[in-house]
């Protein structure tokens, strides 16, 4: 059974960082696409970062050039390191994993489908005050 969760959630002040991290059990990070997505209250589930079996990444453009999505080398984990945080960044963020695509547009493709994804965290909460 595929267990996804997330840490390393938590407050801090406009222009700060964070790493998050999601720990697998029972997935090997080399077996599909692994992303992190978020969610802020009233809104949908928003695609933030990809990576897949290689180690290639795509972001969302809101968060390029500030958050950098890295697995480890053994392939269980997966982080985040958020920086230059903005209330804007404010939401529930959430570790996914599994999603099978190939193709040139794979990439932004998933980041726009949370659902082609089946393995979920639990989510961490990120907040950023001004």
């Known amino acids: 059974q595929v267990q996804l969760v997330e840490s390393g959630g938590g407050s801090v002040q406009a222009g700060g960082s964070l790493r998050l991290s999601c720990a697998a059990s029972?997935?090997?990070?080399?077996?599909?696409?692994m992303a992190w997505f978020r969610q802020a209250p009233g809104k949908e589930r928003e695609g933030i970062a990809v990576?897949?079996?290689?180690?290639?990444?795509t972001y969302t453009e809101s968060v390029k050039g500030r958050f950098t999505i890295t697995k480890d080398s053994a392939k269980t984990t997966l982080d985040l390191q958020m920086s230059n945080l903005q209330p804007e960044d404010t939401a529930m963020y959430f570790c996914?994993?599994?999603?099978?695509?190939?193709?040139?547009?794979?990439?932004?493709?998933?980041?726009?489908?949370?659902?082609?994804?089946?393995?979920w965290g639990q989510g961490t909460q990120v907040t950023v005050s001004s």
């Open positions: 996914a994993a599994g999603a099978l695509a190939v193709g040139p547009a794979a990439a932004s493709l998933l980041l726009r489908r949370p659902s082609v994804f089946p393995h």
């Open positions: 029972g997935y090997t990070a080399s077996s599909g696409w």
């Open positions: 990576i897949d079996r290689d180690g290639r990444t």
